[in-house]
């Protein structure tokens, strides 16, 4: 079984910085992209960032600039740095994993329970 485990949340105030980090456990044969979701309040969950397996990145337009994705293949873990925080970015922030458990399996997503980030004065 595979499980994905945030860490890293909690609040800061505005012009801050933060540091996600997603570890991924369980049996896996390979993980393909992993990223960073965010659900707000009353919204839906949106896509933060994104890296591939060989460390391509993508953002969206409204965290350009102030986050950065990185990954750790080794370890099996990828990381958001958040800086220059700003109170729309108050979410709940979810890691996902697309991966294989086998060789012949076929590729599917995994999503963690989500930490929780709130930026606040």
């Known amino acids: 079984q595979v499980q994905l485990l945030e860490s890293g949340g909690g609040l800061v105030q505005p012009g801050g910085s933060l540091r996600l980090s997603c570890e991924v456990s369980?049996?896996?044969?390979?993980?393909?992209?992993m990223g960073w979701y965010r659900q707000a309040p009353g919204k839906e969950r949106e896509l933060v960032a994104v890296i591939t397996s060989v460390g391509s990145t993508n953002y969206a337009d409204s965290v350009k600039g102030r986050f950065t994705i990185s990954r750790d293949n080794a370890k099996n873990m990828v990381f958001l740095q958040m800086n220059s925080l700003k109170a729309e970015d108050t979410a709940v922030y979810y890691c996902?994993?697309?991966?294989?458990?086998?060789?012949?399996?076929?590729?599917?997503?995994?999503w963690g329970q989500g930490t929780l980030v709130t930026v606040s004065s």
């Open positions: 369980g049996i896996i044969f390979t993980i393909n992209d």
């Open positions: 996902k994993a697309n991966l294989k458990v086998a060789k012949w399996s076929l590729r599917r997503d995994a």
